[in-house]
């Protein structure tokens, strides 16, 4: 054996050990799914927070909360922030009517009232599309607010159903699907649900963490760290598949270790 091999021989050997110490939990980090989790959950905790901002100061005008034409909802994300356009049926035809721009900080404009607005073409006209298609999909019966948000990914379209809670001191993370659909927003390409059923965290202000299962995916994904920024708190993830422990605070993800 020449004087490399046994080098390299002698630094495996003492490696060996180091290796087999590492936390389940760090031998079985996908680093990159998560890293793609903690943005696109917070992609989607903007969005969510968006609409409802929106939505308030929408229905500060009567004729909004009158008109019973109101079809939905598209989002456009600009350097202003993000511009949630309500959209109404106008004699068979998808025309804006509404329009309100959330700053970056989550303070909404007053909502503006849009006149002889064209139809929804191109990206818009895919975004309200995928919507529609959506729809397909049953609800499951956690809540009667049922929230579909639209988030354009690479080559497809992606829609996050979440539901709404009776009481602001309750999330309900029960009852989410993701709906993928297809780039031109016409085609059912899959759905998942998010949970088994209508989970609830609570927004306690006694207590500064807060736990869910996770029955299928093997570390936390995008909904679980949507669902950390949603309840303001710590979120501990138990993933059932591998008996491991998660935290998300501040939008990362940790490996924790074995959860028993």
């Known amino acids: 054996m020449t004087p490399l091999h046994r080098f390299k021989q002698c630094l ?71 511009i949630v356009t309500f959209i109404r049926d106008r004699k068979g035809e998808l025309v804006p009517r509404y329009r309100t721009i959330v700053a970056p900080d989550g303070t909404a404009s007053s909502t ?78 899959g759905q998942r649900d998010l949970t088994g059923d209508c989970t609830t965290l609570k927004r306690d202000a006694n207590t500064s963490s807060v736990g869910i299962i996770e029955p299928i995916d093997t570390q936390p994904n995008e909904f679980h760290v949507y669902l950390a920024r949603a309840v303001g708190k710590q979120l501990f993830v138990t993933t059932q598949v591998n008996g491991l422990l998660w935290l998300i605070r501040d939008g990362r993800i940790e490996a924790m270790g074995s959860a028993g």
């Open 12 to 82: 495996l050997t003492a490696l060996m050990p180091l290796a087999l110490a590492l936390p389940a939990a760090a031998q079985q980090t996908d680093t990159a799914a998560l890293h793609r989790a903690e943005m696109e959950g917070f992609r989607l905790w903007q969005l969510d927070t968006a609409i409802q901002a929106a939505r308030r100061s929408a229905e500060g005008r009567r004729d909004f909360r009158k008109d019973e034409r109101m079809q939905g909802w598209i989002h456009e994300t600009t350097d202003e922030g993000i």
């Open 112 to 189: 503006e009232e849009l006149d002889d607005e064209p139809t929804l073409q191109g990206a818009q006209a895919r975004q309200f599309a995928a919507r529609l298609t959506a729809q397909q999909v049953p609800v499951m019966t956690c809540s009667k607010v049922v929230e579909d948000i639209v988030m354009p990914v690479e080559g497809s379209q992606r829609v996050y159903r979440v539901q709404r809670a009776t009481f602001d001191d309750v999330l309900l993370a029960g009852g989410s699907q993701r709906i993928e659909i297809s780039a031109d927003g016409t085609r059912l390409l």
